[in-house]
DNA sequence: CGCTCGCACTCCTCTAGACGACTAGCTGTC
DNA sequence: GACAGCTAGTCGTCTAGAGGAGTGCGAGCG
């Protein structure tokens, strides 16, 4: 691996020319996927600085979620997640019908060990502005259902689901097994046929909780998505928090030119 | 404001616990956005630190987006962006009808001041990704049209169109100014009506060099947009590949059950 | 009054060194 | 053969110091 020298005379300081010097072996390919990069004693030596200065290096490409670094082992290229598209049609009811939640479904088609733990189930008061999601009255308590998705074995998301206790009371939707086809399915038993779905997208830096909840390396964003289910009669159902890591999504959607 | 104490005896290293006390009080909201933090040297003082561990608690901050660093003015807690709220209604054929491109239109109701610079226009043979989603032959040119939007003259987003060449030669599409409402404007005028749009969203870290065009502080993921025009004969007409400054926006899609 | 200069304060970069914690492989014992 | 323990190599954290560069304000000069 070629890395070149340092230009003293030059602006760019030493430690970004480092950086830009290991993400362009990276961008070469040089360096592959899962392969380790030069120690910080190596780089000190071919370079000439000090460690400070060669972490600093190594500290740009973990902020820009390039690479990661495990202590007592080195500082790898990082691997690319298995990425999941999620199309609109996760949600069909063919699927329910036939038994599998959205995330099951998702896994068949894109060939991944689906898996949920972290499953918590509680009723509460809901915060503002999930009660104003579901036009409920300020008293208005919800069932909370909270877990956590994995991919092969390996964190990617994490949903909290608010429903107004009116309807899953007394339902598999406040048990913590919702049985076959998952929440919606059970709406639908119950007489709450879906109608719509709204979704609401952003990104952002995760939170140090999320991160550990997710298993974030530094310099991973996330992806917040919140949908709100509605029935037939224009009523809003449910509405799902979920947090995802972002490197492992890609979401698409579809719509008509008016 | 008060910041407690270090405990050397915990297990969770200093510069964490520095970074945990700011970030406690930010969220308190005992530092409000746009406020300095405690200088270097007054951490150094009141947690009987070294400089670099102060820093280091920063540097944590920084990387989760909460705080910006000026060089010879502070540390600041960062304010937050106005929001644009994207819905599929910006493409609204009544919009361009207005004479308004979607970025416009959205300004109007967002209430801020729109602006679009570093337009460049050029025919070239597209990447292969995005020859594959205009359904092109190996040597179908196109009108690459690339932009970058401004709202009150903060840059939010870049933008680049493909658009085939056998579309746009000989019209507007093809020049700097595309005249009132916009590429989709044009492309309707010459017959294609456009029928539906597909969107695929992600999430990232932003290259440097995307950092610089959108002038963002590290610590700051980018929203990837890539959105496909379709006109009534199912023929894809654009692909527009967008890079959005992620605090900057929430997008909302909204479909039916299926 | 207006301008310039200097200074104090801020963050930026780098150096040189120390100890700790974790990993993985090797070695010697049982 | 199984296991414990050692050791070299790695990253994580902290210290104490240096010079540099950008900002903003006030003092002094014209």
Chains 1, 2 share one sequence.
Do not use: W
């Amino acid at each position: 691996m070629a890395l070149g020298a340092l230009d003293r005379a030059e602006d760019r300081p030493p430690y970004r020319q480092i950086a830009d010097h290991l993400r362009a072996a990276i961008e070469r390919g040089e360096l592959q996927p899962g392969d380790r990069l030069p120690s910080e004693a190596a780089l000190m030596a071919h370079y000439h600085v000090a460690r400070m200065t060669a972490r600093q290096a190594i500290q740009e490409l973990r902020g820009e979620g390039r690479v990661v670094s495990e202590q007592g082992r080195g500082v790898f290229v990082r691997p690319p997640l298995p990425v999941r598209r999620l199309a609109s049609e996760r949600f069909a009811r063919q699927h329910r019908e036939a038994g599998l939640a959205a995330f099951s479904a998702d896994a068949v088609k894109a060939g991944f060990t689906p898996d949920v733990d972290q499953i918590e189930v509680s009723r509460e008061l809901p915060p503002p502005d999930i009660r104003k999601r579901l036009h409920l009255p300020d008293n208005g308590p919800v069932v909370v259902r909270s877990r956590r998705y994995l991919a092969d074995g390996r964190p990617v998301e994490t949903a909290v689901s608010y429903i107004p206790a009116d309807i899953a009371d007394g339902t598999r939707i406040a048990e913590v097994d919702t049985g076959p086809g998952g929440i919606y399915a059970r709406l639908e038993e119950i007489g709450h046929v879906l109608d719509r779905f709204t979704e609401e997208v952003s990104a952002r830096m995760p939170t140090a909780a999320e991160r550990r909840r997710l298993g974030l390396p530094s310099g991973t964003p996330v992806i917040i998505l919140v949908r709100t289910a509605f029935d037939v009669t224009r009523r809003p159902v449910e509405v799902c928090d979920t947090v995802k890591s972002a490197p492992a999504y890609l979401l698409e959607y579809d719509f008509p030119a008016r």
